[in-house]
Antibody, heavy 120, light 110 residues
Framework: QVQLVQSGAEVKKPGASVKVSCKAS????????ISWVRQATGQGLEWMGW????????GYAQKFQGRVTLTWDTSISTAYMELTSLTSEDTAVYYC?????????????WGQGSLVTVSS | QSALTQPPSASGSPGQSVTISCTGT?????????VSWYQQHPGKAPKLIIY???KRPSGVPDRFSGSKSGNTASLTVSGLQAEDEADYYC??????????FGGGTKLTVL
């Protein structure tokens, strides 16, 4: 069965960086793309960017350009999202989700979410 | 880019039907058939219930249906059940090769 298992909760200070991992299993990692989506407490979903693990292709929401980097390691079927220059506004649950290539709106499996808390 | 526009709340009694709208522009909802809907229960990850405007993933009841007219997509839940009470989000591919979500609608089953 398809699973996306994310790393645990993190507490960071303002100005720091955080790196969240997303380990895929149950399918061939390079045959689907992955998005990262975040959700602040009581707020809606916010798309951050996508990556194609079968190439070097990535894409980012304009809001996060220059502050987020998506990487991956195909040998261990794991995707990573690094967010820098954290502020309290970045406190949220971060999700990874897979989608079929060229179907960016069709996220059929999601990770369980990783809570990132930014606090001094 | 601003979020797609959804009503903050919707409600209906068990057995009734409810429709949730999702309004965008010709650069997103109106320009592509890549519109999806997600259901999210409290503390859980979102679940895909509609993709490509009208298609249902395997296992999603046919009580859930989607449609689109111009720049507005809609999700209809027929035969409301208690377990349908959740937050619902629309999303659309955009002309910038990005994804945009709606602000979410809280569906209450009375």
């Amino acid at each position: 069965q398809v699973q996306l298992v994310q790393s645990g909760a993190e507490v960071k200070k303002p100005g720091a960086s955080v790196k969240v991992s997303c380990k895929a299993s149950g399918y061939t990692f390079t045959t689907y793309d992955i998005s990262w989506v975040r959700q602040a407490t009581g707020q809606g979903l916010e798309w951050m960017g996508w990556m194609n693990p079968d190439s070097t292709n990535t894409g980012y929401a304009q809001k996060f350009q220059g502050r987020v980097t998506l990487t991956w390691d195909t040998s261990i079927s794991t995707a990573y999202m690094e967010l820098t220059s954290l502020t309290s506004e970045d406190t949220a649950v971060y999700y990874c989700a897979r989608f079929p290539r060229h179907q960016l709106a069709r996220h059929d499996y999601w990770g369980q979410g990783s809570l990132v808390t930014v606090s001094s | 880019q601003s979020a797609l526009t959804q009503p903050p709340s919707a409600s209906g009694s068990p057995g009734q039907s409810v429709t949730i709208s999702c309004t965008g522009t010709s650069s997103d909802v109106g320009g592509y058939n890549h519109v999806s809907w997600y259901q999210q229960h409290p503390g859980k990850a979102p679940k895909l219930i509609i993709y490509e405007v009208t298609k249902r993933p395997s296992g999603v009841p046919d009580r859930f249906s989607g449609s689109k007219s111009g720049n507005t997509a809609s999700l209809t839940v027929s035969g409301l059940q208690a377990e349908d009470e959740a937050d619902y989000y629309c999303s659309s591919y955009t002309s910038s090769n990005t994804l945009i979500f709606g602000g979410g609608t809280k569906l209450t089953v009375l």
